[in-house]
């Protein structure tokens, strides 16, 4: 793979000439935004033209001449404007969209594999994420090679281009310890070490620190420092005391003399080192423009020297280049510490469009003020690698299902024990369905009951590894075998790294052509802990299962640390995620053999005008991730037969386990695990109470995003538009009361009542919780039968409820 031979000067003249184009276009198209387009919008850029400026070098080379059709990039945030100039000459890129940088439909102020239309391979935004993801994406490609898939792909690199301020997050850091562990391959990160960052310039030393760091993970370490003029300049006599000067330069006075140029470079290094002889000559021997020219001329910025160490590169080895740069070289701020937010001024503009050679209104025309023919460039950019494939997107066709998940047979039992044997018995199945699961847990893989499965399909390593417990036939329940065929992905503890890497799993269909079915479990108070990450994971599409468990107080001994309170609202809240509170097994296997359906969906939304599928108003079509809201309190379990109608409701988000009747006065709605406080309060109210119903929401998530959706349908002028919930509460009397209830926040479902217009009470989880016994704890919080009963009471006075005890 190594290319050491040097660069044809053809090559280098046609990169130079791209350099200056991706420099000119990412420029104009912010400046464009900025003070061309409807100065009445506050679409005002921060940190694109100089961020850009300082990766437009390093693009240019990786795009134009090293990037292969295989490689995957995420590109950092502020520099979106570059990687669209280089997608629109790459013809991949709309002149309309690029006019229209940061507006409505326009280019996006941050890559978006969801949002822009060209081929954004990882979206970027959220700093530290993108980073993290390329590390993630390289071991499922890893995964996905040793199980003999993906055989006509080459593999790919996967490349992150990251800002030196990026490096200050946490993320990075639990992601290089994890790629540690996995024997990261294939990896390359791109330091845009321009020392700068949002605020200003960044503390001295910090690449020292960097390169100790990425050597103690395994990584080889490449410090892009000087260009080929300084390097030129330091084999002249003198050039010695040169580098010496540079070395030692604090990073905030490179930036000042950087901005001020070539006449303050000058002065500067003749007070430092003058009348010593030969240096003197170096510098006078220059002009102020050569001086700028030479003292800027860092590695970052200087083709040769990027080709050079790039194609250097012949093994597979993780690499992190520390690429010398400056924020907005080649404009007029480049390097002043406050340039992040700064902007060309039309003055400044002018002048700097002058110096590329391009004509008012010929601003998007591709070759415009460049040296080179249009036949040339044409011809050298039909023939770089990376335009080799046209389209990046991969597909994969879905993983046959069966025609129903096998369901526990035991009286009573939890969700979480449920998913533990349902994923269990799939694991013995030859089911299609089985050999496509990929499970991963942060070092929670026992304690959220993926151990049968671990058992029946082993840990993922490239190399296998003996349990050696095992070897030794010491008893225990768990095997914890490695082989490069093992189904499952352990982690440490590090949520961020859960959700990032399902983030790459659920990404493995467009990524490299071969579905994956992942399923993430953790503790679901810890979702907040990686809900970044999370969230990154879903705007990209990427397609899991999460299993949160245990969950609420119901984990009541284990204290309020663990008793989570705000994750179902996440689950409603999260777009991209459809979030699921089971009570019983049945439902949990309808749930989940959904699940695997849905996160198999192709995207395909329904043409413009078009309805949705009319039963719940649910953009199911698209498809989506799942979380499932689990936990360890045993119930005991209803016998019913699972009909397709009740298995659609449980789908649709909530079923009547005793329906309503004309003169219903009371409905109690309840989610998850306080079904049987719930059944309870029902039994209790039904002498004093007329036609008590009871509602059971298997997702406040979907039957909320139905009656959301069908609402608005119905504004659109689709009359007959109606909703799950609406359909469910067609038949209640206008008096009735709702009292909603779960082991969680109360807002969940504190919207039911104005579905139809009915007065609720809704019950759930304010505070932190605490120690204790469910019973306990419930009756604390007031979430047992006698609250509820105290909850219609109050909505329907007119008479007492004899079992209300004084609370
Ligand atoms: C998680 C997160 N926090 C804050 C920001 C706001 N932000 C955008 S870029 C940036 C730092 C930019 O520095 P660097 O990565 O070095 O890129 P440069 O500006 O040098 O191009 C910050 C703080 C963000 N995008 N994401
Ligand atoms: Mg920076």
């Known amino acids: 793979m190594s290319n050491t031979a040097p660069i044809n000067a053809n090559t280098l ?47 240019t080379a990786l795009y134009f001449h090293v990037l292969r059709p295989a490689d995957r990039v995420a590109v950092k945030p502020h520099a979106s404007p570059a990687f669209h100039a280089i997608q629109y000459l790459l013809g991949r890129q709309t002149q309309q969209r690029m006019e229209n940088f940061r507006g409505y439909k326009g280019a996006q102020s941050y890559p978006s594999r969801t949002k822009d239309t060209v081929d954004v391979d990882f979206s970027t935004g959220s700093v530290g994420l993108g980073v993290a993801q390329t590390l993630f994406a390289s071991l499922v490609q890893d995964y996905v090679k040793a199980h003999g898939w993906a055989r006509d792909w080459p593999e790919g690199r996967m490349i992150a281009l990251l800002g030196d301020a990026e490096m200050d997050e946490g993320n990075i850091y639990e992601a290089l310890l994890e790629g540690w562990k996995h024997g990261l391959r294939n990896t390359w990160w791109i330091i845009d070490y321009n020392r700068q960052s949002l605020d200003a310039v960044i503390r001295e030393g910090l690449y020292e620190r960097f390169e100790a760091l990425f050597r103690a993970f395994g990584w080889d370490v490449v410090v892009l420092k000087y260009g080929s003029l300084l390097e030129a300049a330091f084999s002249e006599p003198g050039g010695e ?151 990046r997107r991969r597909a994969a066709a879905p993983v046959a299902l069966p025609e129903t998940l096998p369901l526990p047979a035991q009286a009573e039992i939890s969700t979480q024990q449920a998913f533990g044997l349902i994923l269990n018995e799939l694991g013995r199945s030859a089911e299609p369905l089985a ?34 417990f095992k070897k030794e036939r010491i008893p225990s329940t768990f095997s914890w075998e490695f082989s490069p065929k093992g189904q499952h992905m352990e982690l440490g503890i590090a949520e961020m790294n859960l959700f990032t890497l399902l983030s790459a799993l659920g990404l493995s269909h467009d990524l490299f052509g071969e579905r994956l079915l992942p399923i993430g479990t953790l503790y679901d108070p810890f979702i907040s802990r990686g809900l970044d990450a999370l969230n990154y994971a879903c705007y990209q599409d990427a397609r899991f299962i999460v299993a949160a468990t245990p969950s609420g107080l119901a984990l009541a001994p284990e204290g309020g640390a663990h008793q989570s309170i705000a994750t179902p609202l996440i689950g409603m809240a999260q777009d991209g995620l459809a979030a699921f509170e089971p009570a019983y097994a049945d439902e949990l296997a309808a749930i989940l053999h959904f699940a695997f359906d849905y996160m198999q969906r192709d995207g395909a939304k329904p043409a413009v005008g078009e309805a949705p599928e009319e039963q719940s108003w649910l953009r199911d079509e698209t498809g989506g991730a799942v979380y499932l809201r689990l936990s360890t309190r045993n119930l005991e379990q209803p016998i019913r037969e699972m009909t397709p109608h009740l298995r659609r409701a449980i789908i649709d988000g909530g079923y009547w386990l005793r329906p309503p ?95 139809a217009g009915h007065r609720q009470r809704a019950l759930g989880v304010e505070h932190f919780g605490q120690t204790g016994s469910i019973q306990e704890l419930f009756r604390h919080y007031g979430l047992d039968a006698q609250a509820i009963i105290a909850a219609a009471q109050g909505l329907q006075p007119a008479r007492p409820i004899r079992y209300l005890k004084a609370l």
């Open 241 to 391: 005391s040169l580098r010496a000067w540079i070395d030692t330069c604090p990073n905030q006075l490179y930036s000042a003399l950087t901005f001020q140029g070539g006449a303050a470079w000058r002065k500067r290094l003749l007070d430092d080192l003058g009348d010593q002889g030969d240096i003197t000559r170096l510098i006078e021997s220059r002009s102020d423009t050569e001086l700028a020219r030479l003292m800027t001329n860092l590695a970052g910025h200087d083709l040769p020297s990027l080709l050079r160490a790039f194609q250097a590169i012949d093994h597979d080895r993780p690499v992190v280049f520390i690429a010398y740069t400056i924020k907005g070289f080649g404009l007029p701020l480049a390097g002043h510490k406050d340039n992040h937010a700064g902007l060309l001024n039309p003055a400044q503009f002018d002048s700097f469009r002058q110096a590329m050679g391009v004509r008012p209104g010929h601003e998007w025309q591709r070759y415009e003020g460049l040296a080179a023919t249009p036949a040339e460039l044409d011809d050298f950019l039909a023939h770089c690698a990376f335009a080799a494939e046209p389209n």
């Open 435 to 468: 050999e496509r699961i990929v499970t991963t847990a942060p070092d929670v893989t026992v304690s959220t009951n993926l151990g049968g499965w671990v058992n029946r399909r082993g840990l993922f390593a490239k190399q296998a590894m003996a349990d050696i």
């Open 661 to 755: 009747g004309p003169n219903t006065e009371i409905v109690v709605a309840y989610s998850g695990v306080v079904a049987p406080e719930a059944i309870e309060a029902v039994g209790m109210m039904a002498e004093d109470r007329r036609d008590v119903a009871l509602l059971a929401v298997t997702s406040a998530d979907r039957l909320n995003a139905g009656w959301t959706a069908a609402q608005r349908a119905r504004e659109r002028g689709q009359a007959r538009a109606r909703s799950h919930v609406e359909r469910l509460f067609a038949l209640l009397p206008r008096h009735c009361g709702i009292v909603s209830v779960l082991d969680g926040h109360p807002a969940t479902l504190g919207w039911l009542g104005a579905v």
């Open 13 to 59: 003249r046609l990169l130079a000439e791209l350099e200056r184009k991706v420099l000119w276009l990412s420029t104009w198209m912010v400046h464009h935004a900025n003070h061309l387009r409807d100065k009445t919008d506050n679409l005002k850029v921060g940190g694109h033209q100089a961020s850009s400026a300082s990766l437009a070098t390093i693009l």
